[in-house]
Protein backbone atom coordinates (compact mmCIF):
# COMPACT_ATOMS: atom_id res chain seq x y z
CA UNK A 1 0.00 0.00 0.00
CA UNK A 2 1.09 3.36 -1.37
CA UNK A 3 0.73 6.69 1.26
CA UNK A 4 1.50 9.79 1.04
CA UNK A 5 5.35 10.67 2.28
CA UNK A 6 4.08 13.18 5.12
CA UNK A 7 2.25 10.16 6.34
CA UNK A 8 5.41 7.91 6.42
CA UNK A 9 6.88 7.74 10.20
CA UNK A 10 10.18 7.04 9.20
CA UNK A 11 11.05 5.77 13.11
CA UNK A 12 8.28 3.23 13.00
CA UNK A 13 9.98 2.21 9.99
CA UNK A 14 13.14 1.38 11.59
CA UNK A 15 11.97 0.15 14.42
CA UNK A 16 9.96 -2.38 12.21
CA UNK A 17 12.83 -3.19 10.04
CA UNK A 18 15.12 -4.13 13.45
CA UNK A 19 12.15 -6.36 14.93
CA UNK A 20 12.09 -7.97 11.66
CA UNK A 21 15.94 -8.53 11.62
CA UNK A 22 15.29 -11.71 14.03
CA UNK A 23 14.88 -14.75 12.89
CA UNK A 24 15.67 -18.55 13.00
CA UNK A 25 19.65 -17.89 11.79
CA UNK A 26 19.83 -14.75 13.61
CA UNK A 27 17.86 -15.38 17.06
CA UNK A 28 20.44 -13.16 19.28
CA UNK A 29 21.29 -10.21 17.83
CA UNK A 30 23.68 -6.71 18.95
CA UNK A 31 23.90 -3.74 17.93
CA UNK A 32 25.84 -3.77 15.71
CA UNK A 33 24.25 -6.69 13.95
CA UNK A 34 21.13 -5.36 14.07
CA UNK A 35 22.49 -2.03 12.66
CA UNK A 36 23.77 -4.48 9.63
CA UNK A 37 20.47 -6.06 9.53
CA UNK A 38 18.17 -3.12 9.40
CA UNK A 39 20.58 -1.08 7.39
CA UNK A 40 20.52 1.79 9.64
CA UNK A 41 23.17 3.05 11.99
CA UNK A 42 24.56 1.29 14.97
CA UNK A 43 23.51 3.86 17.32
CA UNK A 44 20.00 3.82 15.47
CA UNK A 45 19.81 0.23 15.96
CA UNK A 46 20.76 0.48 19.97
CA UNK A 47 18.08 2.60 20.85
CA UNK A 48 15.45 0.59 18.89
CA UNK A 49 16.68 -2.46 20.38
CA UNK A 50 16.04 -0.94 24.10
CA UNK A 51 12.86 0.72 23.26
CA UNK A 52 11.79 -2.96 21.85
CA UNK A 53 13.33 -4.31 25.17
CA UNK A 54 11.52 -1.85 27.47
CA UNK A 55 8.32 -2.38 25.62
CA UNK A 56 8.60 -6.22 26.20
CA UNK A 57 9.04 -7.29 22.90
CA UNK A 58 12.98 -8.22 22.84
CA UNK A 59 14.45 -9.80 26.20
CA UNK A 60 18.25 -8.94 26.47
CA UNK A 61 21.32 -9.71 28.57
CA UNK A 62 22.48 -6.19 28.54
CA UNK A 63 24.65 -6.66 25.10
CA UNK A 64 22.47 -9.69 23.15
CA UNK A 65 19.28 -9.24 22.69
CA UNK A 66 16.12 -11.76 21.38
CA UNK A 67 12.77 -12.14 21.09
CA UNK A 68 10.37 -12.54 23.79
CA UNK A 69 7.02 -14.36 24.05
CA UNK A 70 4.93 -11.23 23.71
CA UNK A 71 5.79 -11.05 19.80
CA UNK A 72 3.58 -14.05 19.40
CA UNK A 73 0.45 -11.76 20.23
CA UNK A 74 0.73 -10.59 16.49
CA UNK A 75 0.92 -13.97 15.17
CA UNK A 76 -2.01 -14.95 17.50
CA UNK A 77 -3.92 -12.21 16.87
CA UNK A 78 -3.90 -12.77 12.82
CA UNK A 79 -4.54 -16.43 12.81
CA UNK A 80 -7.36 -15.39 16.03
CA UNK A 81 -9.04 -12.83 12.87
CA UNK A 82 -8.21 -13.11 9.87
CA UNK A 83 -10.22 -15.35 7.77
CA UNK A 84 -8.43 -17.74 5.61
CA UNK A 85 -6.72 -19.20 8.46
CA UNK A 86 -10.26 -20.01 10.23
CA UNK A 87 -11.75 -21.37 6.91
CA UNK A 88 -8.86 -23.50 5.21
CA UNK A 89 -8.06 -25.26 8.94
CA UNK A 90 -10.93 -27.41 9.27
CA UNK A 91 -10.00 -28.58 5.40
CA UNK A 92 -6.04 -29.12 6.41
CA UNK A 93 -7.50 -31.23 9.50
CA UNK A 94 -9.67 -33.59 7.49
CA UNK A 95 -6.43 -33.99 4.64
CA UNK A 96 -4.20 -34.82 6.97
CA UNK A 97 -6.87 -37.50 9.12
CA UNK A 98 -7.65 -39.05 5.65
CA UNK A 99 -4.42 -39.00 4.14
CA UNK A 100 -1.64 -39.27 7.15
CA UNK A 101 0.57 -36.59 5.24
CA UNK A 102 1.12 -32.82 6.20
CA UNK A 103 -0.82 -29.94 4.95
CA UNK A 104 -0.36 -26.15 4.71
CA UNK A 105 -1.08 -22.81 3.41
CA UNK A 106 0.91 -20.57 2.37
CA UNK A 107 0.85 -16.55 1.73
CA UNK A 108 3.33 -14.62 -0.59
CA UNK A 109 4.93 -11.66 1.17
CA UNK A 110 8.30 -10.37 -0.93
CA UNK A 111 10.70 -12.52 -1.71
CA UNK A 112 9.42 -15.37 1.08
CA UNK A 113 6.16 -17.48 1.64
CA UNK A 114 5.09 -17.67 4.57
CA UNK A 115 2.44 -20.42 6.22
CA UNK A 116 -0.59 -19.07 7.60
CA UNK A 117 -2.04 -22.55 8.42
CA UNK A 118 -1.29 -26.20 8.87
CA UNK A 119 -2.04 -29.73 10.21
CA UNK A 120 -0.25 -32.79 10.37
CA UNK A 121 -1.01 -36.75 10.67
CA UNK A 122 2.23 -36.91 12.03
CA UNK A 123 4.29 -35.53 15.15
CA UNK A 124 7.58 -35.28 13.44
CA UNK A 125 7.94 -32.38 10.47
CA UNK A 126 10.06 -30.54 8.76
CA UNK A 127 12.37 -27.95 10.27
CA UNK A 128 11.03 -24.63 9.85
CA UNK A 129 7.56 -25.87 8.78
CA UNK A 130 5.73 -24.17 11.27
CA UNK A 131 3.21 -21.20 11.67
CA UNK A 132 4.55 -17.90 10.53
CA UNK A 133 7.64 -19.67 8.89
CA UNK A 134 8.90 -18.03 6.44
CA UNK A 135 10.33 -20.41 3.59
CA UNK A 136 12.44 -19.03 -0.20
CA UNK A 137 9.66 -18.67 -2.47
CA UNK A 138 12.46 -19.86 -5.15
CA UNK A 139 12.93 -22.75 -3.24
CA UNK A 140 9.19 -24.37 -2.40
CA UNK A 141 7.01 -25.92 -4.18
CA UNK A 142 3.56 -23.36 -2.64
CA UNK A 143 6.48 -20.01 -3.69
CA UNK A 144 6.41 -21.31 -6.88
CA UNK A 145 2.52 -21.66 -7.27
CA UNK A 146 2.25 -18.27 -6.08
CA UNK A 147 4.89 -16.47 -8.21
CA UNK A 148 3.19 -18.11 -11.26
CA UNK A 149 -0.05 -16.73 -9.92
CA UNK A 150 1.61 -13.05 -10.30
CA UNK A 151 0.96 -11.18 -13.71
CA UNK A 152 3.92 -11.71 -15.78
CA UNK A 153 4.85 -8.07 -15.28
CA UNK A 154 5.15 -8.34 -11.45
CA UNK A 155 7.14 -11.70 -12.04
CA UNK A 156 9.64 -9.72 -13.89
CA UNK A 157 9.90 -7.40 -11.50
CA UNK A 158 10.30 -10.37 -8.78
CA UNK A 159 12.87 -11.49 -10.88
CA UNK A 160 15.31 -8.52 -11.92
CA UNK A 161 18.71 -8.35 -10.84
CA UNK A 162 17.42 -11.35 -7.70
CA UNK A 163 19.96 -14.13 -7.33
CA UNK A 164 18.22 -17.53 -6.51
CA UNK A 165 20.28 -19.11 -3.75
CA UNK A 166 21.37 -22.57 -3.66
CA UNK A 167 19.77 -24.31 -0.64
CA UNK A 168 20.85 -28.27 -1.39
CA UNK A 169 22.29 -30.07 -4.29
CA UNK A 170 18.76 -29.92 -6.03
CA UNK A 171 17.98 -26.42 -5.53
CA UNK A 172 17.39 -24.75 -9.33
CA UNK A 173 19.28 -21.58 -8.94
CA UNK A 174 19.48 -20.46 -12.91
CA UNK A 175 17.69 -17.63 -13.63
CA UNK A 176 16.30 -18.78 -17.21
CA UNK A 177 15.92 -22.02 -16.05
CA UNK A 178 13.77 -20.75 -13.36
CA UNK A 179 11.65 -18.56 -15.59
CA UNK A 180 11.17 -21.91 -17.92
CA UNK A 181 10.01 -23.64 -14.44
CA UNK A 182 7.22 -20.88 -13.45
CA UNK A 183 5.93 -21.33 -17.00
CA UNK A 184 5.47 -25.03 -16.79
CA UNK A 185 3.70 -24.56 -13.42
CA UNK A 186 1.21 -21.55 -14.99
CA UNK A 187 0.27 -24.44 -17.54
CA UNK A 188 -0.21 -27.41 -15.11
CA UNK A 189 -1.04 -25.50 -12.28
CA UNK A 190 0.01 -27.03 -9.88
CA UNK A 191 3.98 -27.89 -8.79
CA UNK A 192 6.44 -30.29 -7.35
CA UNK A 193 9.30 -29.74 -5.37
CA UNK A 194 11.61 -32.41 -4.23
CA UNK A 195 14.23 -31.94 -1.81
CA UNK A 196 15.23 -28.25 -3.11
CA UNK A 197 14.44 -26.87 0.03
CA UNK A 198 15.62 -29.27 2.71
CA UNK A 199 17.01 -32.29 2.08
CA UNK A 200 14.31 -35.53 2.27
CA UNK A 201 11.44 -33.36 1.90
CA UNK A 202 8.83 -33.37 -1.17
CA UNK A 203 5.95 -31.22 -1.54
CA UNK A 204 3.25 -30.68 -4.38
CA UNK A 205 1.15 -27.74 -4.39
CA UNK A 206 -1.66 -26.35 -5.45
CA UNK A 207 -3.09 -22.07 -5.87
CA UNK A 208 -5.91 -21.56 -4.32
CA UNK A 209 -8.57 -19.06 -5.79
CA UNK A 210 -11.13 -17.12 -4.85
CA UNK A 211 -15.02 -16.79 -6.63
CA UNK A 212 -13.41 -14.25 -8.59
CA UNK A 213 -10.54 -16.34 -9.82
CA UNK A 214 -8.21 -14.60 -8.16
CA UNK A 215 -5.05 -16.32 -6.74
CA UNK A 216 -4.91 -15.83 -2.32
CA UNK A 217 -3.08 -18.66 -1.24
CA UNK A 218 -1.41 -22.08 -2.26
CA UNK A 219 -2.14 -25.16 -0.57
CA UNK A 220 0.76 -27.98 -0.10
CA UNK A 221 0.83 -31.58 0.87
CA UNK A 222 4.44 -32.45 2.44
CA UNK A 223 5.91 -35.77 2.39
CA UNK A 224 8.92 -37.75 3.56
CA UNK A 225 10.44 -40.44 1.92
CA UNK A 226 9.41 -43.86 1.57
CA UNK A 227 5.96 -42.08 0.24
CA UNK A 228 8.23 -39.29 -2.00
CA UNK A 229 8.04 -40.93 -5.53
CA UNK A 230 7.13 -38.24 -7.58
CA UNK A 231 4.35 -40.22 -9.78
CA UNK A 232 3.02 -41.29 -6.27
CA UNK A 233 2.03 -37.97 -5.18
CA UNK A 234 0.91 -37.17 -8.34
CA UNK A 235 -1.60 -39.92 -8.43
CA UNK A 236 -2.25 -39.54 -4.84
CA UNK A 237 -2.02 -36.18 -3.52
CA UNK A 238 -2.40 -34.27 -6.25
CA UNK A 239 -6.45 -34.85 -7.11
CA UNK A 240 -6.92 -34.57 -2.88
CA UNK A 241 -5.11 -30.91 -3.73
CA UNK A 242 -7.48 -30.17 -6.72
CA UNK A 243 -10.77 -31.19 -4.86
CA UNK A 244 -9.79 -29.42 -1.62
CA UNK A 245 -8.80 -25.96 -3.47
CA UNK A 246 -12.66 -26.62 -5.29
CA UNK A 247 -14.23 -26.83 -2.20
CA UNK A 248 -12.87 -24.33 -0.95
CA UNK A 249 -13.46 -21.09 -3.70
CA UNK A 250 -16.88 -21.12 -2.20
CA UNK A 251 -15.68 -19.41 0.62
CA UNK A 252 -12.47 -17.29 0.11
Known sequence: MA?????????MAKGMAVLESFGPTRQRLNATLAAQKAGITRAAARRHLLTLAHLGYLETDGSWFWLAPKVLGFSGSYLASAQLPRVVQPVLNRLAADTGQSFSVVVLDGDACVI?????????LAYG??????????ATSTGRVLLAALPKAGFRSWMAGRELPRLTPRTVTDAKAFRALIDKVRQEDCCLAQEEHELGVHAIAVPLRDMRGRV??????????????AAWM????LPVLWEAARDLRAVL
Do not use: T
Not at 116 to 124: K, L, M
Not at 129 to 138: Q, S
Not at 216 to 229: F, G, R, Y
Open 129 to 138: LHLGARLPAH
Open 234 to 237: VRHL
Open 116 to 124: VARSSASRV
Open 216 to 229: VAALNAVVNPPQAD
Open 3 to 11: IAHADFIEG
